[in-house]
């Protein structure tokens, strides 16, 4: 345990992650880079829960990289909203830093957390661009060309859908991870919404799953 009462990273759960989520060796190397930034940030600032620290690497590493399974094939550009602690932007700029003309938007509204990204942009060198402006702000003001949009642990789905619409309403894919709730948060959002989505079981929770938006129409009642 640290001062702050953080557990150690658990050796083997990085293995298990790569072994859930295969990346290439300067992928990895990003990786790390990020993840050691990360846990010496922690230790003044609270950028994810401490009880994940010794399984970082799949709770939150290989939990944010599936997402890219789910994506359309070649999509390099994506937006991450309330990136946080950055996941899952970071990850995924990471696997797509050696594609040509990637980028990942980061979308965070607290000051501090905007900190730490750019800080974390710069010390991995991957294609990222932070936002410091809340969620529903950006799809208007600078997602012209967004491919893919995600979030993580940030608002119910029906949020999710009224921030994401201007983006999807262009042709942008939604892919949201959800935990053992998400039939009732799709049953809310579609008091709201007509959602065509289908839902994929995720790689590191057998109660989670990621719902994929590809197409999102307000209801007249909304």
């Known amino acids: 345990m640290n001062a702050r009462g953080q557990g150690a990273v658990d050796p083997a759960d990085k293995a298990r992650a790569l072994a859930l989520t295969p990346v290439s060796r300067e992928t990895l190397q990003r990786l790390e880079l990020f993840v050691d930034l990360l846990l010496l940030r922690q230790q003044r600032q609270n950028l994810i829960g401490p009880s994940t620290i010794p399984v970082i690497w799949t709770r939150h590493v290989a939990d944010s990289l599936q997402l890219l399974d789910c994506a359309p094939a070649g999509a ?46 710069q010390v991995t060198g991957v294609p990222a661009q932070v936002h410091h402006m809340r969620a529903e702000n950006f799809g208007d003001s600078c997602g012209d060309n967004v491919e893919v949009v995600t979030a993580r642990a940030l608002s119910p789905l029906k949020i999710l859908c009224d921030q994401a619409f201007p983006l999807i309403a262009r042709g942008a894919v939604a892919v949201f991870p959800k935990g053992q709730d998400v039939e009732a948060e799709l049953t809310e959002a579609a008091k709201y919404w007509r959602i065509e989505a289908s839902k994929v079981p995720s790689k590191t929770s057998p109660q989670g799953c990621i719902v994929v938006v590809r197409g999102l129409k307000p209801l007249k009642s909304r």
């Open 76 to 121: 390099k550009i994506w937006a991450d909203f309330g990136s946080g602690g950055g996941f899952p932007g970071l990850p995924i700029a990471c696997a797509l830093a050696d594609r040509p003309g990637a980028m990942v938007h980061l979308v965070e509204s607290v000051g501090k957390k905007v900190n730490f990204l750019r800080e974390a942009v």
